[in-house]
């Protein structure tokens, strides 16, 4: 499955063994900082000087002194900018290439798109990146770190996901436990907290009550000391609930049957590392992140607060935010000004209580608008060719998957950008 991506990641190692200095440009998510962690350690071990920035995305040209440039979950998108790097080039990504990259400067492009895999789903910039990993030596203890980006990009565990978790799992770097895919630690305070899923039990302490109360619990159990039977009690009420309050379907498999324990890292619950590491990287603390990552415990407690400081920030905005959605004809938006953040909320609106519409999120903020659209696999668009389209008109550019993107456009055309992305998501759903 991984082959032809192989290919071109032995290319992609051997300009990495010949270089004397390399500068890694990452995304700032959790698939960002996992991919840089991943890629930063396998450079170490060649005993190599590297440098690592983080990015929110690649709108100019990367300054860099050193002679090998790695673009990391980055850089398939924009040819334009990647052809004026004057480096050797890298680039390691997995989201859809766009046109044709006319420059002599790139050596390796690693992007499971350009080799059979749909980057969407089947593999994140992380498993890409440890695929580059393994081909620079044994690496193999990185594995878990990978599966920070395959959760955090909400990938599924099919086609690359599932070969690198499956060799995870024989090199005992990953353990596949039956239970529920949620953070541990007691029940109470991780149905409150939980964004993955959301249950919307934030502020509603009467409701989890009554929650608690029908399933015989209190509360103060440890969701891994949970009896089997429990669990399943458990994992039925949450669908419930999920499902009333307008819930995706495709997700209840990410979160019901099974649990990723990740056994090289400072954080075991696979899910915890990721919402961790992912709020690392909106609290513009990508370093925090990265150390964790690395295995570095000084930054474990730090990462946590962090953490804790998001989550409670994100069900805070998620409650205001919901009352001002509004609804086109094929799509619910929502516009926002000088919001805390835009993605975090529009996946959560779009994947648990809005789930049936290609969901827009505009925030403008420092005289910009930043869009943030998502939908899911039973919505038939592709919000990244909408994105592209749209803010194209409108004097902005976007781009991004098909199931989540992302446009930067003048603040004075939001009103003109919503209809035109509406008009296009109307024309592809009924095309489909
Ligand atoms: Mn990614």
Request: charged share 30%; aromatic share 6%; glycine share 8%.
């Amino acid at each position: 499955m991984l082959d032809l991506l192989r290919v071109e990641a032995t290319k992609a190692a051997e300009i990495i063994r010949k270089a004397e200095s390399i500068h890694i440009f990452t995304h700032y998510d959790a698939d960002g900082i996992s991919s840089g962690a991943i890629l930063a350690t396998a450079i170490d071990r060649l005993k190599k000087q590297f440098h690592v920035t983080f990015l929110k995305g690649l709108n100019s040209v990367p300054e860099s002194e050193a002679d090998l440039i790695i673009l990391s979950d980055m850089g398939s998108g924009y040819p334009d900018i990647v052809e004026k790097i004057d480096r050797n080039l890298v680039i390691i990504d997995h989201h859809t290439p766009v046109g044709r990259i006319e420059t002599d400067k790139i050596v390796a492009h690693v992007n499971p798109h350009l080799s059979g895999l749909n980057g969407t789903y089947e593999l994140s910039a992380s498993g890409a990146a440890f695929i580059v990993a393994d081909c620079l030596g044994s690496n193999d203890d990185l594995i878990g770190v990978a599966v920070a980006g395959i959760l955090g990009d909400k990938q599924k565990i099919i086609g690359g996901n599932a070969e690198i978790i499956r060799r995870g799992i024989e090199s005992n770097y990953i353990e596949l436990k039956k239970g529920l895919n949620i953070h541990s630690g007691k029940l109470r305070e991780v149905l409150t907290m939980s964004t993955e899923p959301f249950l919307d039990f934030y502020g509603k302490e009467e409701e989890l009550d009554k929650f608690l109360r029908d399933l015989g619990m209190s509360g103060e159990e440890d969701v891994d000391e949970l009896s089997e039977e429990e669990t399943r009690k458990l994992a039925n009420a949450i669908v419930i609930r999920l499902l009333r309050q307008g819930a995706y379907e495709g997700i209840i498999e990410e979160f019901v049957g099974k649990k990723f324990i990740l056994k090289n890292e400072l954080i075991k619950n696979a899910v915890t590392f990721t919402d961790v590491i992912n709020s690392c990287g909106r609290a513009a603390a990508c370093s925090v992140g990265f150390a964790i990552c690395v295995k570095d415990d000084k930054y474990l407690e730090k990462g946590y607060k962090i953490w804790r400081n998001f989550q409670i920030e994100l069900l805070e905005e998620i409650n205001k935010r919901r009352k001002e959605v509004k609804e086109g004809k094929c799509i619910r938006y929502i516009i926002m000004e000088n919001a805390p953040s835009t993605g975090p909320v529009a996946t959560v609106l779009s994947r648990y209580i809005f789930s049936d519409k290609p969901f827009i999120a505009v925030n403008v903020k420092n005289g910009t608008a930043k869009v943030s659209s998502r939908a899911n696999r039973r919505i038939k668009v592709d919000l990244g060719e909408v994105m592209r389209i749209a803010a194209g008109k409108v004097g902005g550019r976007g781009g991004g998957h098909s199931v989540a993107a992302g446009a930067v456009i003048p603040p004075e055309n939001v009103e003109d950008f919503i209809s035109e992305v509406d008009k296009i998501c109307c024309s592809m759903l009924n095309s489909s």
